[in-house]
């Protein structure tokens, strides 16, 4: 079933620590062609700044990645950062009554995610890779289909693993 995916605004901010006043904070009022943004895949943005993953073609995957690092260690204390997110998106089934895999917010420590297959691994794993220790990917998954396969109740590390 093929789904088209639409992210209208999408907003991120990493606080790397209050006290010291830094933060990195990215926020796009609608996609253009000269947002800093790395575009693979099926993504287009369209004219009125929609940014668009997919289109109606079943097995698509589109990837839309921010190209410049963002630091979630604090390189003086080691401790981990926290950050924050928000975007609105739609997600459109082409049969209504089926959904879609829907789509992932992920964070990885590069822009090619070779191998990746759309579907259950969301474009971001495979069949081969999914647990491996050198794939450092965090995601979280926005569908609107129930995959028995990758759903649990608890999180597992290193997994691409439903747990909604």
Known sequence: MAVKLIVLVWGFSCFVDPFLSQSQELYFNGF???????????????SNGILRLTNETSRLLGHA???????????????????????????????????????????????????????????????????????????????TVRDLELMTSMIIMLALISIA
């Open 65 to 143: 990645f921010y190209p410049s690092p963002i630091r979630l260690k604090n390189s003086t204390t080691g401790k981990s950062l926290s950050f924050s997110t928000n975007f609105a998106f739609a997600i459109v089934p082409e049969f209504w009554k089926l959904g879609g895999h829907g789509f992932a917010f992920a964070m990885a420590p590069s822009k090619e995610l070779p191998g990746a297959l759309p579907i259950q691994y969301l474009g971001l794993l495979n069949a081969s890779d999914n647990g491996n220790l050198t794939d450092h990917v965090f995601a979280v998954e926005f569908d």
């Open 32 to 46: 253009h062609s000269s947002n800093n943004i790395r575009l693979n895949g099926a993504v287009e943005i369209q």
